[in-house]
């Protein structure tokens, strides 16, 4: 069945940049919107970006022009670079895959701005 790992979290002064990486099974990636959310403590889960197999992206207004989703099919694998991150950005970061009705979640990579 599905699967998606996260990785490329870490600690980060803020202005910094971090780009995570998340890994999907089969041809996952290319096949369904790919996302990118985030959660903090005492929050409500947050749509971060979105990219349909068509290669449309979509941007919450908080990290417009700051931030980049992109997908490598041949590696089943989407991206989110984050540049001039800010304490705001502090959360668990997580990977959606929805196909249809259907959606499937990883595991998160923590996300840290602090100076």
């Known amino acids: 069945q599905v699967q998606l790992v996260e990785s490329g979290g870490g600690l980060v002064q803020p202005?910094?940049?971090?780009?995570?990486?998340?890994?999907?099974?089969g041809s996952v990636v290319s096949s369904h919107t790919m996302g990118w959310y985030r959660q903090a403590p005492g929050k409500q889960r947050e749509l971060v970006a979105t990219i349909t197999?068509?290669?449309?992206?979509?941007?919450?207004?908080s990290v417009k022009g700051r931030f980049t989703i992109s997908r490598d099919n041949a590696k089943n694998t989407v991206y989110l670079q984050m540049n001039s991150l800010k304490p705001e950005d502090t959360a668990v970061y997580y990977c959606n895959a929805r196909y249809q009705f259907y959606g499937y979640w990883g595991q998160g990579t923590q996300v840290t701005v602090s100076s």
């Not at 197999?53 to 207004?61: C, L, V, W």
């Open 15 to 25: 202005g910094g940049f971090l780009r995570l990486s998340c890994a999907a099974s």
């Open 53 to 61: 197999s068509g290669g449309s992206t979509n941007y919450a207004d």
